[in-house]
């Protein structure tokens, strides 16, 4: 039986273009580049972007940074056990100590007893392989494992939080019924599978979402977007 063909990849519509140009001309007009401060391991990326979920960008910062200090080398985070590390947690500020201790202990735990505290070989994985060695760990799910591929191994990878899945639905871009990683796969398959496409409509659109095309009350009346956007006439100001 022959096989069956591969769907074919969906075309992006008509507006995708021009809005991922608005979006980095309003945002990131010298082109994207690799946030300021990143941490130089690929193991300390991958730490300081699980402190990051449903962080703020501020708390996230200053939990790493009581890591650091409390743990110069990951041996003694691993030592110290999952209440020292929420305890070091709780004390810098932020939400959700327990369970990203959890996940940081269990992380550490798990490359411990494999490859050692380090996950350099990942620079020399193709992208899938990559990928699917960092969510083969535990706590880390298909957005941190995008996160980390995109700014820490520099690979065309595509993270979709709500930002950016906020203005996929408003610009009528994916039906509203979609799941979040339906909308995620979608945005996978338009985007130009290029690192500085990837990286600019990522960042960009989160600033937009956060700036201007927020949860509630979305500004409209300032939006670069607004004459692209279906739903502007519909959340704009009265």
Sequence with gaps: MPARPLPAAPAPPASFAPVSARLQAAYLPGGPT??????????????????????????AARQYAALRENYPRWEAALIDGPDGIEATLKGAGGGLHRSK?????????????????SLEGLRDLPDAAA????????????????????????????????NLDRLARRLEWVPGGWT???????????????????????????????????????????????????????????
């Design 34 to 59: 690799l946030p300021p401060g990143r941490p130089e391991t690929l193991l300390a990326g991958l730490i300081r972007t699980i402190l990051g979920q449903q962080n703020t960008r501020a708390a």
């Design 101 to 117: 201790a959890r996940h940081i202990h269990a992380l550490l735990g798990a490359l411990d007893a494999t490859a050692g505290l």
């Design 131 to 162: 990928r699917a060695h960092l969510e083969a760990l535990p706590g880390v799910g298909r957005h941190t494992a995008s996160l980390t591929l995109l700014f820490d191994l520099r690979r065309p990878a595509m993270p979709v939080e709500g």
């Design 180 to 238: 979040a990683a339906r909308v995620e796969r979608w945005f996978d398959a338009v985007t130009p599978r290029t690192w500085a496409a990837r990286a600019a409509l990522h960042v960009a659109g989160v600033r937009h979402g956060r700036e201007v095309c927020t949860a509630r009350h979305p500004r409209c009346d300032t939006c670069v977007l607004s004459d692209l956007c279906p739903s502007a006439a519909l959340l704009g100001p009265r």
